[in-house]
């Protein structure tokens, strides 16, 4: 039978797991915050009133609804460059293994605003579907999460390779 207790192999293995992750959600956000950044669409050009436009149309929660109406519309503008600068900030900060938990917090508060903005599944549905609806923002929420509240910043960070020169 096996020893549970989990050997230094086990611990550095769960490490650079859980960096991986890390670079990997990193990456995500590198190009989710580069097409905001760097091209005007998004920004300036109106699609991100679109989208608002279509959360509020078919998927925001109803208590999202004043939030989006009263605030974010009025703010697009200032409020795109802060969701496009605040994405490449995420994916610089978990790929460079620096400020993790700032923005691991950071990026699980924008998962749980886009997860009530975008993913109601209506008012008379199954139990289930509240779950179900938003797959995609609850698993990088989550992700966030473990990156906030672990050790995710151990290894694969800039601090460690200037320490190994």
Not at 63 to 86: D, E, N, Q, R, S
Request: charged residues 15%.
């Amino acid at each position: 039978m096996r020893d549970i207790k989990a050997s230094p192999t086990d611990a550095d293995r769960n490490a650079y797991a859980l960096a991986a992750l890390r670079v990997a959600v990193g990456c995500l956000f590198l190009i989710f915050g580069e097409y905001k950044v760097f091209g005007t669409q998004f920004t300036l050009g109106g699609g991100f009133q679109m989208w608002i436009n279509r959360f509020i149309q078919d998927g925001a929660y109803p208590f999202m609804l004043p939030v989006l109406k009263g605030l974010v519309l009025p703010h697009a503008t200032a409020i795109a460059l802060l969701v496009a600068y605040g994405e490449l900030a995420i994916g610089l900060a978990l790929v460079l293994g620096v400020c993790v938990r700032a923005a691991s917090a950071l990026g699980a508060l924008y998962m749980l605003t886009l997860l009530f903005s975008a993913n109601y599944p209506g008012a008379h549905v199954r139990l289930w579907q509240y779950f179900g609806a938003p797959l995609d923002h609850t698993v990088l929420a989550c992700c966030f999460l473990a990156f906030a509240f672990g050790n995710s910043d151990v290894v694969l960070t800039v601090r460690n390779l200037r320490k190994n020169k």
